[in-house]
């Protein structure tokens, strides 16, 4: 089972930017796929980017594409969410997810390991 621990969340003003990281720890198997997951109230979790343990392939969600940027550092077992000109409808928790294997992956039951989510709020 691999630990994850989202950081970076806050408050920001519509167009302004932060950055997400989470750490993972524990079992970090050689090849794993990890994505970014939000949740607004109300809501059900949905998809905001994914990428393969490589990094060579990513995946974005229509509402984040242009704005968002995934990436990672497998060096540092540290995946990353870049997030810019960010809107109202932004806000939600975010959570990083990872799995097993060397696909991209896009469905929440696709993932077995999940942080506890770091709160963004954007304000208008």
């Known amino acids: 089972q691999v630990q994850l621990v989202e950081s970076g969340g806050g408050l920001q003003q519509a167009g302004g930017s932060l950055r997400l990281s989470c750490a993972a720890s524990?079992?970090?198997?050689?090849?794993?796929?990890m994505g970014w997951f939000r949740q607004a109230p109300g809501k059900e979790r949905e998809i905001v980017a994914a990428i393969t343990w490589s990094g060579g392939r990513k995946y974005y969600a229509d509402s984040v594409k242009g704005r968002f940027t995934i990436s990672r550092d497998n060096a540092k077992n540290t995946l990353y969410l870049q997030m810019n000109s960010l809107k109202p409808e932004d806000t939600a928790v975010y959570y990083c997810a990872a799995r097993l294997g060397t696909y991209i992956y896009i469905s929440v039951n696709e993932y077995n390991d999940w942080g506890q989510g770091t709160q963004v709020t954007v304000s208008s």
């Open positions: 524990g079992r970090t198997p050689s090849n794993y796929a």
